[in-house]
């Protein structure tokens, strides 16, 4: 099991902005599927975006246009932007990685390795 590690979570006001990091160690990030998964109160856990080893993104429709994932390699670390914050998208935001290779990632696969998670809250 490798330990994910997020950062950047916070409380910011509706239409703000965040920028979520994960330290990735020991994954190749060039072959396997990474994700961020978050739990709003209440509910259970959701999809929000992967990107798979060859570049390939996808995201949960609701956040499309305001989130973007992207990674630095050479830093083994993925990043999650968030503008245009509602308070829908408060919750706990999870850093995954799966042993898995695939040509595109699925928003709610199973994964093997996660973070401890972070909380964003959006609200005025």
């Known amino acids: 099991q490798v330990q994910l590690v997020e950062s950047g979570g916070g409380s910011v006001q509706p239409g703000g902005s965040l920028r979520l990091s994960c330290a990735v160690p020991r994954i190749n990030m060039r072959r396997d599927d990474i994700g961020w998964l978050r739990q709003a109160p209440g509910k259970g856990r959701e999809g929000v975006s992967c990107?798979?080893?060859?570049?390939?993104?996808n995201y949960k429709d609701p956040v499309r246009g305001r989130i973007t994932l992207s990674r630095d390699t050479s830093k083994n670390t993925v990043y999650l932007q968030m503008n245009s914050l509602n308070p829908e998208d408060s919750g706990v935001y999870y850093c995954?990685?799966?042993?898995?290779?695939?040509?595109?990632?699925?928003?709610?696969?199973?994964?093997?390795?996660w973070g401890k998670g972070t909380h964003v809250t959006v609200s005025s």
């Open positions: 990107i798979t080893g060859n570049g390939w993104i």
């Open positions: 995954v990685a799966a042993n898995r290779q695939s040509s595109q990632c699925t928003l709610n696969g199973r994964y093997d390795h």
